[in-house]
């Protein structure tokens, strides 16, 4: 399988990319990025691109990929609804219109977050506008297209969030997050997991197009992959 990753210097992209170059059935990953990262593997490519709101001139080379994973992602804070929607819905739309019409057999994955509203119409401003992303994107002519919604997030294998505030949290809970996992397994997952299931559901679908965090973790199981 051949899969295109946005998103990959964030917490989650970085889950993904590590799963992806381990997985033996990934053949391929092309990571579009704003910045070279001078990361260096023999299934990766790094595509440095710096307007997400415009794919033409580079639209030949993002032909002939069976996924796409779009971990890209900001913080709502301090923002109005106007620039959030901006920065989450319509470069979100701009990437997966782009993908759809040239790559139509494609399952395209989007990570949200616990707590996104469907309806579009809840006070929690963030969760409108991943509501209505989310639902813009089931309506793509994709071969498939999965929302994910983690709830907390578990960083390993040396990963962590560009974001200070998440750093900290992580921080101060992770001695209490093996705990935490155990305790309520509906909220919290890892960057190994999730990263596992979006390879998973992307080769072999999955019952829900909405995953929450039990889902997650039950696709997850499905990945074989070495060590």
Request: proline share 4%; net charge positive; charged share 20%.
């Amino acid at each position: 399988m051949k899969a295109i990753l946005f998103g990959a210097s964030g917490m989650v992209g970085q889950g993904v990319w590590r799963e992806c170059l381990l997985d033996p059935t990934i053949d391929r990953v092309l990571s579009i990025i704003r910045n070279a990262t001078g990361q260096q593997n023999a299934k990766l490519t790094e595509l440095v691109h710096k307007d997400f709101f415009d794919f033409s001139g580079i639209e030949s080379q993002l032909t002939g990929y069976d996924a796409c994973f779009y971990c890209v992602g900001l913080s709502a804070a301090g923002m109005t609804e106007e620039a959030y929607s901006h920065a989450t819905y319509d470069m979100t739309l701009a990437v997966a219109k782009t993908l759809a019409r040239i790559n139509p057999a494609m399952t395209f994955v989007y990570v949200s977050g616990a707590g996104t509203d469907s309806t579009q119409k809840g006070r929690t401003m963030w969760a409108r506008v991943k509501g209505k992303t989310e639902n813009a994107l089931l309506n793509l002519p994709f071969k498939a297209a999965y929302m994910f919604r983690p709830g907390i997030i578990q960083p390993l294998h040396g990963i962590q969030s560009r974001t200070s505030g998440y750093r900290i949290f992580y921080s101060v809970t992770k001695p209490l997050m093996p705990i935490l996992r155990t305790l309520f397994p509906q909220y919290v997952t890892t960057t190994e997991l999730l990263g596992r299931a979006m390879i998973r559901v992307s080769q072999s679908g999955y019952p829900k197009r909405v995953l929450e965090t039990r889902d997650i973790k039950i696709a997850s199981r499905g990945v074989e992959r070495s060590s």
